[in-house]
């Protein structure tokens, strides 16, 4: 294992299968779609690393989800119905109140899409029902992660 | 005003355009994005004869959403981006606890897609978080309706 | 193998992963979705019979496609996220120019939701570049399918 | 108007009503959703300035449509069905064969969502049925939208 793998920590890979209506007038995958998948990647990724549902974080540890604030991604190849897609995804920085969770959408060796995004695990905010605020990283979910 | 019409009720109309990505391979609108519209027009429809967010029905009349139990619809003509839909909406029947909600998608003249469904106004059960239970038509609900 | 299963020919079985995104802000399915899924499980049901593709039926027996002519669905009970689904789909009916194909939506043995759909094959209307027409049913991909 | 505006040339504003079904259970707009107005509010851009519709760009100049090769958004604040949103769209940069289109996404004066773009003009591959390549700017495109 290289280093940079080492710091990257665990991989797990969702796997989607594209289907006809993903696909636009021009025939490739509407881009939207990339992004649906992506964020069951991000949540199978927490799943895999054996973090409970958020219903149960939210009375341990009061967290209630990874909402996401930023993201960027690069299309490469397209892809069409019929092709079966794997999703690499792993954390790519733990940063004090946030991280970057990183996807590599390929079709075999094919490089389709990449993607990094800055999510947070976010906890409700006193005395207001449906604020929320950023957490400092939970150590037992970044352990679980790595 | 005819008797059909007369004893159909209020007929309240929804506007959809017609976008690129809402359009398949075949370029003609992939059809489940029909049922989205159609949700669409149901939630408009009440809001439109003045019914009060579920949220506030929940506190005042017990009931939290018309959840869908039969669908049946017929896809008449293709439609394609650029194209705008107007989805004509009404109650077709009332029953004792569940209600016929009817829609006409049209192109100007052009018929579409004609849709019946069958929904309930749906109240909690007691003692059991995610059970609901049809609860008999209110008659608040219903005069505004007519 | 009973009478009526023989009758309704192969059944072939389509899995679904329920996704967070796939759910409402009721904590269940959005309805359109499971029409998402319904259309990829159509189109899986030929491709596991061994019906060639589209675009290669097109020029060997003039077959476009499957457009849907009329669907009726029943929703049973409710799925959310995490949930597991089987969609077994079998052709109910052969007609001179247009078959019913029956879906049946499962959690284990929990039905959810069960559908019929009309649809025909079509081929191109002569001199009309955007025009369809139903065609009679080809007796090779019926035969396919049995 | 400020030398930025100017420099940034026109600016078309889309409507999006967002409704129950476009929500998760947290109650707030499902991420990918704001991609799908996104895409809209591109096509809408350019139709709005007076472009042709692609089918017929790709007669007179080659061009098929502005497909995406990279994307880069910030979420500022949440959305929930009944909001009414603004997407403000503009070309912010015209390089040699790409172009960066720039979207806020705004509820009233509320920031709710940025997004830069880079999207390029796309032709078809000779030889090649379903390759496509980056064209030089339009100089005719890029006059109707400045």
């Known amino acids: 294992m290289s280093a940079e793998q080492q710091a990257a920590g ?8 594209v289907e006809f209506g993903d696909c636009d007038p021009a025939r490739i ?3 939207p779609n990339f992004f649906r998948w992506i964020d069951a990647a991000s ?11 958020w ?12 909402p996401l604030v930023d993201t960027h991604a690069k299309f490469i190849k397209t892809a069409s119905y019929g092709d079966v897609l794997q999703i690499h995804t792993r954390i790519a920085e733990w940063r004090g109140k946030s ?3 990183r996807y590599a959408v390929k079709r075999g060796d094919d490089a389709i899409m990449e993607c990094d995004e800055v ?10 029902p449906t604020g929320i605020r950023a957490l400092a990283i939970p150590e037992e979910i970044r352990a679980l992660c790595s």
Chains 1, 2, 3, 4 share one sequence.
């Not at 665990?10 to 299968?17: A, E, F, L």
């Not at 219903?55 to 990874?66: L, P």
């Not at 999510?119 to 207001?128: L, Y």
């Open 43 to 53: 949540r199978h990724f927490f799943v895999e690393c054996g973090v409970p549902p």
């Open 10 to 17: 665990r991989v797990v890979v969702y796997t989607v299968k």
């Open 119 to 128: 999510r947070i695990f976010a906890g409700r905010r006193e005395g207001d």
């Open 29 to 31: 995958v509407w881009f």
């Open 55 to 66: 219903h149960e974080t939210e009375k341990t540890m009061g967290v209630i989800g990874t």
């Open 99 to 101: 991280f970057v969770q």
